[in-house]
């Protein structure tokens, strides 16, 4: 019985470490928010791409890539897509825009490295 109650003491022990462990949360940077778990940080970052220039008249029918949203006042007429005839490549004036995504990068806190991000 005192073995089982032992258990349970280290029971609650462990769940108040990873509790406290779990629950630091702090800003970094422009308020990005920073999660602090076993030495690991999750920052936000935003990937772009552009899309492939096409004739400006069919822009409105261009998506982005799943999971990207077209970025407010990219396009672009700077561009030159071109059109291929059994005997010609003609350059035609185009347009493109840029989309982009946020996705959250995992990486060692400062002070943290490797793969395990050790101290």
């Not at 800003?27 to 920073?34: F, R, T």
């Not at 030495?39 to 008249?57: E, K, M």
């Not at 995504?101 to 490295?113: N, T």
Request: a positive charge; charged letters at 15%.
């Amino acid at each position: 019985m005192e073995m089982h109650w032992c258990l349970k003491i280290l029971l609650v022990c462990l769940m108040i470490m990873m509790k406290r462990a779990n629950s630091k949360v702090s800003l970094q940077g422009p308020n990005v928010p920073v999660l602090h778990f076993q030495n690991f940080c999750t920052n936000s970052t935003v990937v772009r791409t552009r899309h492939a220039c096409h004739s400006c008249g069919i822009t409105m029918l261009k998506s982005c890539p799943l999971g990207y949203r077209q970025t407010p006042r990219s396009t672009s007429q700077d561009c030159r897509f071109y059109i291929r005839t059994a005997s010609l490549k003609l350059p035609i004036n185009g347009c493109s825009f840029e989309c982009y995504r946020q996705v959250e990068v995992k990486s060692c806190c400062p002070g943290f490295w490797g793969p395990d991000c050790v101290g």
